[in-house]
C-alpha cells in the first residue's frame, strides 16, 4: 500500500536549471496538492488540482508550474530555479473536499 | 487575515507526565481542524479531523478538542515514541481554494524516558 510517493528524495541544483519534483498516488483520490515547509514556517500551498485536467494556484505558486494529465500523477515543475526555492516539498491528496489530506515523504531541495 | 498559531513551540516532558498543545485560529470561517503528526524526515501523518464546537476525538493516549477560537491536543501519560512535531491546519469555509489548508507552525514534543 504505497499512498502518495514522492520522487527524487533529494536533490541539489544550480541556480537556473529546471527540474520536476514527482509525486504519485495509488488511492484513485481527486484531490492532490504541493506544499513547501521552510523553517519557522507552516506548510505553505503551491499549487493545487481537485481532478485531472484542473488545477489552481495557491498562496506561493511564482517560480513553479504543475499539470495533472491523469488522477494518479502531479508533477511540481521548477522552470528556473532560484536559491529562495531551496525547501522541503510535499505533495498530498485526499479523497474528498472535506477529507484529510495524506502526505508523502517529501523531497529535499538544494538550490545553489 | 487567517491566521492559525500554535504553542509553545517546543514542550519537553517526562515519560508519564500528561500535558496540551494548543492551536489558536482566526479565519473567516472554519471547516475543519486537522491534526498532524510529523516525524523527523517524514510526511505529515493525519490524527484527527473536528469540525464544529464541542466536537472530541481519541486515539491511543490523544485527544483532541475544539472550541470556537482554539483546538487542544491533549497527551495523557507520553511515551518516548510520542515524540514528533504535532501541526493543527486549518481548512477555510469558501473561497477558491475548495481545498485549501492553512498550517500552523508546529509543536515540537520532546518525551524523555
Known amino acids: 500500500n504505497a499512498g502518495v510517493t514522492q520522487t527524487p528524495k533529494f536533490q541539489v541544483l544550480k541556480t537556473g536549471q529546471s527540474m520536476t519534483l514527482q509525486c504519485a498516488q495509488d488511492m484513485n483520490h481527486e484531490y492532490m496538492s504541493w506544499y513547501r515547509q521552510d523553517p519557522g514556517m507552516g506548510l505553505r500551498l503551491i499549487h493545487y488540482?481537485?481532478?485531472?485536467?484542473?488545477?489552481d494556484q495557491g498562496e506561493v505558486p511564482n517560480g513553479y508550474n504543475v499539470s495533472r494529465s491523469t488522477t494518479e500523477d502531479f508533477p511540481l515543475r521548477l522552470l528556473s530555479a532560484a536559491p529562495s526555492q531551496t525547501s522541503v516539498y510535499f505533495c498530498a491528496s485526499a479523497g474528498g473536499e472535506s477529507q484529510p489530506q495524506h502526505f508523502g515523504d517529501g523531497t529535499r531541495l538544494s538550490i545553489l | 487575515e487567517d491566521q492559525v498559531t500554535q504553542s509553545p513551540e517546543a514542550l519537553r516532558l517526562q515519560e508519564g507526565e500528561s500535558s496540551s498543545l494548543n492551536c489558536s485560529y482566526t479565519?473567516?470561517?472554519?471547516?475543519?481542524l486537522f491534526w498532524y503528526r510529523q516525524d523527523p524526515g517524514k510526511g505529515p501523518e493525519f490524527l484527527f479531523t473536528l469540525y464544529s464546537a464541542g466536537e472530541e476525538k481519541e486515539k491511543e493516549r490523544l485527544k483532541a478538542t475544539l472550541t470556537k477560537k482554539e483546538s487542544f491536543l491533549h497527551i495523557t501519560a507520553p511515551k518516548p515514541e510520542d515524540s514528533a512535531t504535532y501541526l493543527c491546519a486549518v481548512r477555510l469555509l469558501g473561497g477558491g481554494a475548495t481545498n485549501k489548508l492553512i498550517f500552523g507552525t508546529g509543536t515540537l514534543l520532546a518525551v524523555q524516558p
Open positions: 479565519v473567516s470561517g472554519l471547516r475543519g
Open positions: 488540482s481537485v481532478g485531472a485536467g484542473i488545477t
